[in-house]
DNA sequence: CCTTTGTTATGTTATTTAACATAACCGGGT
DNA sequence: ACCCGGTTATGTTAAATAACATAACAAAGG
């Protein structure tokens, strides 16, 4: 199948798209009704109280999901990979974003018509079904979160932060270096913390030589050690 | 149409149902398949770790959705209504509970079999669309939840709180005393503090003429300042 | 009616975390 | 190379909250 552009080819065919095993009608459909945007790192995809415009694919890049407290101090809701999507959430219920999310690297985004999408699912259960399945993880994800966020103390906060950075994004070739970098800041708006106090804990962590600072590039050096200080923390 | 019990009757045909504008022959087919329990007050629906049974209906009663921390501190998701549902999740991906459900009054729950309803989905696209449509919901709950949790200040906290209950379960006949009677460790765990912090809050509160406390009746008076107090604190 | 047991209330202390202040560092642009 | 603005680092102080201790109170059962 051939696609107008790389972008939408890579979220319909993408390794973990959501569509994949729709037929290529369908999914020609969706890519009839898409608009590409490039987004620059430190850009917003969008701001909380925007009007959606459909479901967001990341098609390339890495962003960040959260909401702005006062004084400018962010909660991270959620960190997203290349080929994630974003905005299940305004396709069914509110037109309303209820939160921003933004670039933490150089984008691309594809933005799928929520008409198209919604047609679609009204008469194909197992797509829907797909989108059930993927938000009731998130559901459960959310849930965890809330508790670890509220009941972990500091250190196991940040050690939570550092797991799911790894699961999110992964490493480097040299398999420990995380494949990502943040601000201080946010690590700490992951965290729920400071950012003083993300620089202090992150300062610990590695003179306990449970992960390697330099920078923003962060290894995991004893990851038993990290996850126990997740678990118990 | 007639049904074995008023419970199932109630899960399926009751104000909020899911399953209304379903056609008669699948709601026969859930009511076929499922099975009534009933629970006393304090007793578990189900514990975390535990294999969930099917989706869970709260015919009668009143629950609570939590985990259990470390040193027994429960932090609450989540407040079930008479009609309410539980266990969505269980539902499409993990067949393991990850939190525990404890009934805060006596109540009667249908357990509505898993298959069943995952066959009726495959094949019913609009049923599935009120899933993900509660799902989405609950999603969006979930992260502000996250974040008023972890951002606002333990009155903030402890108004969202009231302010919670009061929308799940409404006011008495006299329209200001909340229609719930839950322990202060309760409302300690739905609002991430501790017990003496909730019983030290709610006197605060109560001393301000914002709300009046007489054992564990709650009535909102001063409704306007409570909720400012929730979104500022 | 009294005992028992759990809940609620309140004061005191300890701990955690935020807030603030300042300095060192680092990368990009000229 | 050198400045400049933002980031990172570290120390100090203040505030919020948890932990602990004890007492009053209330409901349930003998």
Redesign the interface.
């Given at each position: 199948m051939q696609y107008l552009n790389p972008y939408i080819e890579n979220c319909l065919e993408g390794p973990d798209s959501l569509f994949k095993g729709l037929n290529s009608k369908d999914k020609e459909t969706i890519a009839g009704h898409h608009t590409v945007n490039h987004v620059r790192r430190g850009d917003y995809l969008f701001r909380e109280g925007e009007k959606s415009r459909g479901l967001i694919c990341l098609s390339t890049g890495k962003a960040k999901v959260f909401?702005e407290?006062?004084g400018g101090?962010e909660?991270i809701?959620k960190m997203v990979r290349q080929n994630g999507f974003i905005g299940?959430?305004a396709?069914?219920?509110?037109n309303i974003w209820?939160?921003s999310a933004a670039a933490i690297e150089d984008s691309n985004i594809c933005v799928l018509e929520k008409t198209t999408l919604v047609k679609l699912?009204?008469?194909?259960?197992?797509l829907?079904?797909k989108?059930?399945?993927i938000?009731?993880?998130?559901?459960?994800y959310?849930?965890?979160?809330?508790?670890s966020?509220?009941?972990k103390h500091i250190r196991g906060r940040l050690a939570e932060s550092l797991i799911v950075l790894r699961d999110t994004y992964g490493f480097d070739e040299d398999g420990k270096t995380l494949n990502v970098s943040l601000s201080r800041e946010d690590i700490a708006g992951l965290s729920?913390m400071t950012t003083s106090n993300a620089i202090r804990t992150l300062s610990g962590l590695s003179s306990d030589g449970i992960i390697g600072v330099k920078g923003r590039r962060i290894t995991i050096i004893d990851t038993t050690t990290l996850e126990h200080i997740c678990n118990?923390g």
């Open positions: 909401k407290g006062v101090r909660q809701v299940y959430r396709l069914f219920t509110e209820s939160f699912m009204k008469k194909n259960a197992d829907t079904m989108f059930t399945r938000l009731s993880e998130e559901l459960g959310s849930n965890s979160r809330t508790i966020l509220t009941q729920n118990l």
